[in-house]
């Protein structure tokens, strides 16, 4: 039966996507201040997603006509990243994966290193998947890691889709993919080709691998079929992404918990030997490949995770006592949208929409305690959900806000199938008047969450293309550094050691294949750069010995405080704090030191070799 009312989805799609390409194009050449694309950004957005999320709430919407939704509206959602940065990788991420693929399709290497992100090279299940695809269809990294995201955003939704299913019904199925569509991350944070693009996407599966074997009868071939299904994408998992198979682990360790207390507090004797025996493979799995593979993990993660909390901890204080701790030993609380360009009904969202999803997971909560759906998936469910909003105060601290929107990605797949099966259960109520009220506030409920969620997790320069910014990410890498960078390459090799900031080494390493120097407080390379004085003896030879022989320069540094607020790690001094750029004299000290020798030099960007050799015979 032909369903007319498609015609508005696809009409919407088409005039979506080309009002979309029209917005991103005038946002690469507005004034400062102009918000003129933001608002056409929206309209496009909601041309498609309205008519979209209409009939994804309708209980009559057909089967097929769902899953066609989904997966357009899976695809649909990488549109806004692919037209802001086509043809090229964009966020600091995706540099290194893009390297990653590059290096294993070049020379076969697996696990070879990354010091742009050092843990990068333990991790290598995405970089084999695209580079066995470039080899199978001869399409450029760009354009696999393109059509990859694609497909990952489409199995992201089905996999949310497929936990509605089991629990309901197609219908639950929809609203839930839906709702995890709008929530925050799925836009740009998981629309970058990076290994939590990949692993989100196992992530879900792995949870509904969970939830079909659960659902199941405890006879049933469907059961075993989905814990081998489970396991098989858990080992995957494992070797794509620490953060996200540590997350699942503690996720499944919910589910493990919710089925004993069920048992103990309902005396319901379910079965729980799958669910523990799939959790116990899952330890095995992430505990030996942390072991045997990627013991750096811990070294690499601990500093997020205990900068996190203490600054967390030092703000719950702060806001406590204030007038008894010293202004200078306190952590002071983030300013949120600091500086921001977003326009105010963006930010209004963003303030509002933690509060109307915190209400609506309540009373759907309300409603399943009501009906007596009290079963173990759907108590893991709750206490993944409750994740979600758990984190929230990590928000006002600097570090704390990055794990927080990280773990978004993961705890909002509780978080939309409780919406899904509350809401669900009132939109198929027998009395006309609540099912069309019901609706007609599900569509602004969804849609306050997509523009709050969006401006909640992203800035203006990670959506939007527009003029250069020094030390933004997207907007600091420009032709001229990309016509330094593969200079660099024919002229010196690949494989060179080289020191540089942040915006230059994305290009020098991604493009030049330098190899770059991994800075510590006990290896402060960033003396290179922010040091008004010759560089001490000790550090030299420790770049002698590291074998790092050039050093970028870019003059721009002596004009901008980076917009991440340091120039090459957080770890380096007045990092997040600094005011002013660095002098000219930082700059310029090279032309006078005995070891640098300038090779290369463009309107902003100075290539200098090192000779650390030639220092230590000049010593006294």
């Avoid at 039966?1 to 919407?12: H, P, T």
């Avoid at 929230?392 to 990280?406: C, D, I, K, Q, V």
């Avoid at 002013?580 to 070891?595: I, Q, R, V």
Wanted: proline letters at 4%; a negative charge.
């Amino acid at each position: 039966m032909n369903d007319r009312s498609m015609l508005f989805v696809w009409a919407g799609l088409f005039a979506g996507s080309f009002l979309l390409t029209y917005s991103e194009a005038l946002a690469s050449r507005s004034a400062a201040g102009s918000h003129t694309h933001f608002h056409l950004f929206w309209l496009a957005m909601f041309l498609f997603l309205l008519p979209a999320s209409i009939k994804l709430l309708s209980h009559r919407t057909s089967t097929t006509d769902r899953c066609l939704i989904v997966a357009a509206i899976g695809t649909f959602s990488m549109f806004p990243k692919l037209l802001a940065y086509p043809g090229q990788p964009a966020f600091f991420d995706e540099y290194a994966h893009w390297t990653q693929v590059e290096r294993l399709f070049a020379d076969g290497q697996l696990f070879a290193q990354n010091n742009q992100v050092v843990v990068v090279s333990d991790y290598p299940m995405m970089h084999a998947f695209a580079a066995s695809v470039r080899h199978l269809t001869g399409l450029e990294t760009i354009e696999v890691a393109a059509a990859l995201l694609i497909m990952f955003h489409a199995l992201a939704l089905f996999g949310v889709y497929s936990i509605g299913v089991s629990l309901s019904s197609h219908h639950a199925g929809g609203i839930a993919a839906l709702f995890y569509a709008v929530g925050p991350g799925f836009w740009y944070f998981s629309a970058q080709f990076a290994y939590e693009s990949f692993a989100i996407v196992l992530f879900i599966w792995v949870i509904a691998a969970v939830v079909h074997f659960q659902q199941a009868s405890s006879v049933s071939w469907e059961r075993t079929a989905w814990l081998l299904v489970g396991l098989v994408v858990a080992i995957t998992l494992t070797g794509s992404h620490h953060l996200s198979s540590y997350v699942t682990l503690l996720i499944l360790g919910l589910f493990v918990i919710a089925g004993f207390m069920v048992r103990l507090l309902l005396r319901d004797r379910v079965d729980l030997t799958e669910t523990v025996l799939f959790a116990c493979c899952f330890i095995l799995f992430t505990v030996g490949w942390f072991v045997y593979q990627a013991p750096n993990t811990r070294a690499y993660l601990q500093p997020y995770i205990e900068g996190g909390f203490e600054e967390t901890a030092g703000l719950l204080s702060f806001w406590d006592r204030p007038d008894v701790l010293d202004e200078q030993d306190a952590a002071q609380p983030r300013q949120l949208f600091a500086g921001s360009t977003i326009p105010m009904y963006e930010k209004l969202l963003a303030f509002a929409s933690p509060v109307l999803l915190a209400g609506a997971f309540g009373v759907s909560t309300m409603v399943l305690l009501v009906r007596r759906t009290r079963s173990p998936t759907m108590l893991g469910l709750l206490l993944t959900g409750g994740m979600y909003f758990a984190v929230f105060p990590m928000m006002l601290s600097e570090t704390g806000a990055e794990g927080a929107r990280r773990s978004w990605s993961f705890s909002n797949l509780g978080v939309a199938v409780i919406l899904s099966l509350g809401i669900g259960a009132w939109l198929r109520s027998d009395r006309a008047l609540v099912r069309n009220t019901t609706k007609v506030v599900a569509v602004a409920f969804t849609s306050a969450l997509l523009v709050g969620n969006i401006s909640l997790a992203t800035n203006e320069l990670y959506r939007f293309p527009g003029p250069y910014v020094y030390g933004s990410d997207t907007r600091s890498v420009t032709n001229e550094v990309n016509a330094a960078a593969e200079w660099f390459r024919t002229t010196q090799g690949a494989d060179q050691g080289l020191i540089a900031d942040r915006s230059n080494q994305v290009a020098f390493s991604s493009r030049a294949f330098a190899v770059l120097g991994v800075p510590s407080t006990k290896y402060p390379i960033w003396e290179f750069l922010l040091s008004d004085d010759e560089i001490p003896v000790d550090l030299l030879e420790q770049i002698r010995n590291e074998s790092l022989r050039f050093v970028v320069i870019d003059k721009r540094q002596s004009q901008f405080v980076p917009r991440t607020k340091f120039y090459l790690d957080q770890q380096e001094p007045l990092a997040f704090e600094r005011t002013e750029p660095l002098s000219m004299a930082t700059l310029t000290k090279w032309d006078a030191l005995p070891y640098a020798l300038r090779l290369y030099e463009s309107d902003h960007i100075v290539v200098y070799r090192l000779d650390p050799d030639a220092f230590v015979r000049s010593r006294p």
